[in-house]
């Protein structure tokens, strides 16, 4: 706004429309109010179907900001509104969605960021600088691989390792790769993340690979870097090399000029056939951004754990149910046990906020295994917005 001037600059707008559970709620809600004979469950489904994609209301991208050119005005691309008939609103939107422009007018993506968020406040809280934090400390590294480093006990905790509520390696996908490929090394881990974040690269591919005996988890192609390495290695022209990795991270494949090229500087056959299932490459410098990042607030989690706790309870979760939380293990156990009864119960669909609470309660019951607790919330000690360690209790 300093810059181009309030009339130049407005949130990218959205338009929110019903999606499935709200038009399943509408549905019921109908059933009642009417006070009719209910629904069978295909009928209900298919008239929340029917409300499915109707517009409600609208919105702005969390980070989206539209700028217009100074010799031209706004309306010459979209008209413009409050987000939501807010007239209170410090930012105006532009009224329509904005995936319909976007061709024609330039976006920022002004995103927040949970992981530098999460670094500043784990600084603020320990005192540790970030950057200090070893990329080869054992016990850190040993997370990814084994729940040692927790001393949890293993005979109540389910998990293999102790990646949940890393970053980028704490999804149950992420988690699968790990159990599967048991990464000891910084550069195995850069490699997961390679084949964590691409398309097609590791189910059907490289999992088949590590499955069957043909290769080693840092010897699969993980990143696009490793296919211009590698070739190179092999003895393909550098140049080639480039063209081939440019290719095939694009998902447009090889040409047979180049596989005869490849089969010429005895690259395996594996290769070449994984190289054509590949529809997407992460590149190998993004990939380790993700891993020193994960691999700092693994060193946490390991030597400073009630202070990791905080600050994950803080910035990386949106549900809560604290009256669980501080009853211990036997009531986060029952309540993570209705919710997963709910999912696989076909009559019943636990909403958004329920599944996010089983998220949190997975890291709550980590915690509490752990042997450290949450304490109730008191107006004298707790913080406004955010989780603190127990200044009466270092456990909690």
Same mark, same amino acid.
């Given at each position: ?20 559970? %709200? ?93 530098? %968020? ?36 293993? %005979? ?241």
């Amino acid at each position: 706004k300093e810059v181009f001037g309030d009339d130049h600059v407005f949130r990218a707008g959205t338009v929110g429309t019903v999606q499935e559970k %709200t038009a399943y709620g509408y549905v019921k809600g109908y059933e009642e109010e009417m006070e009719c004979e209910p629904f069978n469950e295909a009928k209900r489904v298919d008239l929340a179907k029917g409300c499915e994609g109707v517009k409600r209301t609208t919105g702005q991208h969390p980070g989206g900001i539209v700028v217009v050119p100074l010799d031209m005005d706004v309306h010459d691309f979209t008209p413009v509104q409050y987000p939501a008939n807010n007239p209170n609103a410090t930012w105006k939107t532009t009224h329509f969605d904005f995936h319909q422009i976007h061709d024609n007018i330039l976006k920022f993506d002004i995103l927040r960021h949970d992981d530098p %968020t999460a670094m500043k406040m784990l600084e603020r809280i320990t005192g540790v600088n970030v950057r200090q934090i070893p990329m080869n400390g054992q016990s850190t590294r040993a997370i990814f691989s084994t729940t040692e480093s927790l001393k949890i006990d293993t %005979t109540k905790y389910n998990e293999v390792t102790g990646a949940a509520g890393i970053p980028e390696f704490g999804t149950p996908f992420v988690r699968g790769i790990l159990e599967l490929t048991k990464p000891t090394t910084f550069a195995e881990l850069v490699t997961i993340s390679g084949l964590s974040h691409g398309t097609d690269v590791w189910l059907g591919n490289a999992k088949d690979l590590i499955d069957n005996g043909t290769c080693k988890l840092n010897e699969v192609i993980g990143c696009r870097d490793d296919i211009m390495v590698d070739l190179m290695g092999y003895g393909v022209k550098p140049k080639l090399s480039f063209t081939i990795m440019e290719s095939v991270r694009k998902g447009k494949g090889l040409k047979d000029e180049w596989v005869t090229e490849m089969k010429a500087n005895n690259v395996p056959e594996w290769f070449i056939d994984s190289c054509t299932k590949i529809k997407y490459m992460f590149p190998k410098a993004h990939a380790v951004a993700y891993v020193m990042m994960a691999v700092r607030i693994a060193w946490f989690k390991v030597h400073m754990p009630v202070h990791y706790y905080c600050m994950y309870f803080s910035i990386r979760c949106d549900a809560y149910d604290v009256q669980t939380m501080i009853q211990g293990e036997a009531a986060i156990r029952q309540r993570m046990a209705d919710i997963k009864h709910m999912k696989e119960d076909k009559t019943q669909k636990p909403s958004d906020k329920e599944l996010a609470i089983y998220d949190t309660l997975e890291l709550a019951l980590e915690m509490v295994l752990r042997g450290f607790r949450f304490s109730n919330i008191s107006i004298n000690r707790s913080a406004a917005t955010e989780f603190i360690v127990d200044p009466d209790d270092p456990k909690a």
